[in-house]
């Protein structure tokens, strides 16, 4: 029997390192044509030829910074002339800066909206078309930050909460054409995490691994397992509006 994966055409952002990067491995192996978006060309090169030579599937670099002017019809267009097409999009590029409310800045702030949110409502809106053509779906990277008080973490809270609520909406106003979800990992070893953190990291890990009820912070690969599970037509073709929580039970 074949499996649905073969010649399922996918957009992930940040495709470059972290939970983007495992996305890209494992939708290649299981047969997908992959356009991994990001802003570092040698990260993307690295991790598309190593999915690419140990997958069934195809990826496909392409640098650009999702947050430029005119990022969102510059990708649709790569997608469309590299895949033919998309089925799915993945948004996982995201921006991180932990600090109290005292300590953050507005430049801050808005670089976390307009990654965290404004990118991704500009790629949807962009691919729509493909996307509706091909009754595909939209796996938004969200964060259990969006549904939990965040203290010291309230303006990159607040990003993740907006991107929850455009989830669920669209999921509500693109049916039945186009399927929308949202994975909520809570903290996951990647180096976004110390890059956010800074010089409190490492007190802040053990604060945050105290309160994680499986004890340990989560792996890259089993966030984008559960990325890949919602956008597997077979598994998840009754799925929409879900906001998905892979934490280790944080938000229990």
């Given at each position: ?92 590029a995201g921006y991180a800066v932990f600090d ?103 007190a802040l890990r053990e604060g945050i691994v ?19 599970h919602l956008v597997d037509p077979e598994t ?17």
């Amino acid at each position: 029997m074949s499996s649905p994966w073969g010649g399922l055409r996918l957009v992930v952002t940040g495709g470059g390192s972290g939970i983007g990067a495992a996305v890209v491995a494992r939708a290649a192996g299981l047969g997908a044509d992959v356009l991994a978006v990001g802003r570092r060309a040698d990260r993307l090169e690295e991790v598309t030829a190593k999915a690419q030579a140990d997958g069934a599937g195809r990826a496909v670099p392409f640098v650009a910074d999702v947050t430029a002017p005119g990022a969102a019809a510059r990708i649709a267009e790569r997608a469309r002339d590299v895949l033919g097409g998309v089925d799915a999009l993945v948004n996982n590029a995201g921006y991180a800066v932990f600090d109290r409310l005292e300590d953050a800045t507005e430049a801050d702030l808005r670089g976390m909206v307009d990654t965290n949110l404004v990118a991704p409502a500009l790629l949807i809106r962009a691919l729509l078309p493909e996307l509706r053509a091909h009754r595909g779906c939209v796996v938004n990277v969200s964060s259990v930050g969006g549904v939990l008080a965040m203290p010291a973490r309230s303006y990159y809270g607040a990003s993740k909460a907006a991107l929850n609520s455009l989830t669920r909406s669209l999921a509500v106003e693109l049916a039945p054409e186009v399927r929308v979800n949202a994975v909520l990992p809570g903290p996951v070893d990647t180096g976004l995490w110390d890059l956010a953190a800074g010089d409190g990291a490492d007190a802040l890990r053990e604060g945050i691994v105290a309160g994680t009820p499986l004890g340990r912070f989560g792996l890259a690969s089993e966030v984008a397992a559960w990325v890949c599970h919602l956008v597997d037509p077979e598994t998840s073709s009754w799925v929409t509006g879900s906001l998905v929580s892979v934490d280790g039970g944080r938000a229990a």
